[in-house]
């Protein structure tokens, strides 16, 4: 499968933990994208990387979210001493950004995290 | 600020049968991207259609088609010949830079 894949598909965590999640994107895509949803919204923008440098983040990313992608490649996200407001579904997406005129993502299963 | 809304919480439609799901954006960039995605049940997003701001004509993929109003900001999705495979949360999405902003769904089902 050449899709975008994330791991875990599913995390369930006590309130106060660590958890972190993987994405791997598409493996010439340049552009990766973090995503959360919750439950009857659709997804909100956390953040995007253009090869490893992290360009945009979103207001949503509090300073217990942190995302990495060292090598430009897969990317991770972890979030510190989760809060039961953190439970939702977290997607990475993935794009061939060439220039502006074309940007499709291409989505992950994500990744369910529950926070008890 | 950028927003999308769709305004059809649900919609249902009889297999075979035709249905439009409606979109409107707001957005202060002359060249942008509206997109509509489809979330299947326990499924990840795909693409359903693209279409072009700086384009008049309207997208079409096979059985899905757009009406684009950019005077109106609306980007309705027609579904024609609807199948069961069609059930699913639609999403539609604009990308006036460099995030998508995200409409909170049209949840389709499709009725044999």
């Known amino acids: 499968d050449t899709g975008v894949s994330q791991d875990p598909r599913h995390k369930i965590t006590k309130r106060g933990q660590n958890v972190t999640f993987r994405c791997d994107p598409i493996?010439?895509?340049?552009?990766l994208y973090w995503y959360r949803q919750t439950l009857g919204q659709g997804p909100e923008f956390l953040t995007y990387?253009?090869?490893?440098?992290?360009?945009?983040k979103s207001r949503l990313l509090s300073d217990r979210f942190s995302a990495e992608r060292p090598k430009g490649s897969f990317s991770t996200l972890e979030i510190q001493r989760t809060e039961q407001g953190d439970s939702a579904m977290y997607l990475c997406?993935?794009?061939?950004?060439?220039?502006?005129?074309?940007?499709?993502?291409?989505f992950g299963p994500g990744t369910r995290l529950t926070v008890l | 600020a950028q927003t999308v809304t769709q305004s059809q919480p649900e919609m249902s439609v009889q297999e075979a049968e035709t249905v439009t799901l409606s979109c409107t954006y707001d957005?202060?960039?002359?060249?942008?991207?509206l997109f509509w995605y489809k979330q299947p049940p326990s499924r990840q997003m795909i693409l359903v259609i693209r279409?072009?701001?700086?384009?008049?004509q309207n997208a079409t993929e096979n059985r899905f088609s757009v009406n684009f109003q950019k005077a109106a900001k609306s980007f309705s999705l027609k579904i024609s010949d609807s199948q069961l495979g069609d059930t699913a949360m639609y999403f539609c999405a604009s990308t006036p830079g460099n995030q998508f902003y995200f409409g909170t769904g049209t949840s389709l089902t499709v009725i044999p």
């Open positions: 957005t202060s960039e002359s060249n942008y991207y």
């Open positions: 279409q072009e701001a700086y384009k008049q």
């Open positions: 997406a993935s794009s061939l950004f060439l220039d502006r005129d074309y940007n499709e993502q291409f």
């Open positions: 990387f253009q090869n490893e440098a992290q360009l945009e």
């Open positions: 493996s010439e895509h340049n552009r």
